[in-house]
Nanobody
């Protein structure tokens, strides 16, 4: 299953970015798609996730600033990131999993994208 994310870039603090992630080969009606990020020298952390039926998860550090959404027809997940801060800098990865229980646990996801770089300058 191919998972492809895009939309990364460099913006100033306070700005916004939207990251799309497509997974056209996923046919399951019960699937979790998630966003993870990894900054240099740090562990990969779960940022947000969404289940097929709309249930969402957000890390405390992004609540109120990030919004995850799912366009089922396009098999595309979006991460809208607002009020960006330098601490949001990192490589952002899209992932999908068929049987995810802990949405912040990267080892529960089956398929991963290559990542897209997000850099926030102060």
């Amino acid at each position: 299953v191919q998972v492809t994310e895009s939309g990364g870039g460099s913006v100033q603090a306070g700005g916004s970015l939207r990251l799309p992630c497509t997974a056209p080969e996923i046919t399951s009606n019960s699937c979790t798609m998630g966003w993870f990020r990894q900054a240099p020298g740090k562990k990969r952390e779960g940022v947000a996730a969404i289940y097929t039926y709309g249930d969402t998860y957000y890390a405390d550090s992004v609540k109120g600033r990030f919004t995850v959404s799912l366009d089922k027809a396009k098999k595309t997940m979006y991460l809208q990131m607002n009020s960006l801060i330098p601490e949001d800098t990192g490589m952002y990865y899209c992932a999908a999993g068929a049987s995810v229980v802990d949405r912040a646990a990267f080892d529960e996801y089956n398929w991963w994208g290559q990542g897209t770089q997000v850099t926030i300058s102060s």
